[in-house]
């Protein structure tokens, strides 16, 4: 065997606890809607209600946790961030993350992302998805709801280029 190779036959040292097989660690939608609560409250504050437009907790709260249930990666990085989330809110005070004001909310919110970047972007990415992509989000918006394609964007008529020169030029390769 020479230097430097891994062995084929040894399984690493990897981390001895807290797989992603570890129960412990297991994100399930069941755990993720036993804070439905704090969840909702959080969208909430990412996305409030303004101008006609609902709060985020109403529309994209469903969302979320399909993602949490098709996804183990998407799930435990959610989960993840809650836990940020309530752990930084049970130090403030005693009354939880609901009960801050909405700016408390907000720096708390901010803390959050400054220490948990990777998961609070998740949080972000799946709560603007899952806004922005719901029927009543789309119709507020005024755009029309259903797939941009097959019908596609509205192209101006443009005259196209002369080929006859092209065409008259025959193929540049040689044919096998």
Do not use: C, N, W
């Not at 989000?137 to 394609?149: D, F, H, K, M, S």
């Amino acid at each position: 065997m020479r230097r430097r190779e891994p062995d084929l036959d040894d399984s690493g040292r990897g981390a001895p606890r807290r797989r992603r097989d570890d129960p412990e660690t297991r994100v399930t939608p069941e755990r993720l809607a036993a804070k439905r609560d704090l969840l909702r409250a959080v969208l909430d504050t990412l996305v409030p209600a303004g101008d006609g437009f609902p709060e985020s907790g109403a529309l994209a709260l469903d969302h979320l946790l399909a993602i949490a249930g098709a996804s183990a990666e998407a799930g435990s990085l959610l989960a993840r961030a809650l836990d940020a989330v309530e752990t930084a809110a049970r130090a403030d005070a005693a009354r939880g993350f609901a009960g801050l004001s909405v700016a408390r909310r907000e720096d708390l919110l901010r803390a959050v992302e400054r220490l948990h970047p990777e998961a609070f972007d998740a949080l972000v990415r799946h709560t603007y998805d899952g806004f922005y992509s719901h029927p009543a989000t789309i119709a507020r918006l005024g755009l029309e709801p259903g797939p941009v394609q097959p019908r596609g964007h509205r192209i101006e008529p443009a005259a196209l280029p002369d080929l006859a020169r092209v065409a008259a030029r025959g193929p540049i390769f040689r044919r096998a």
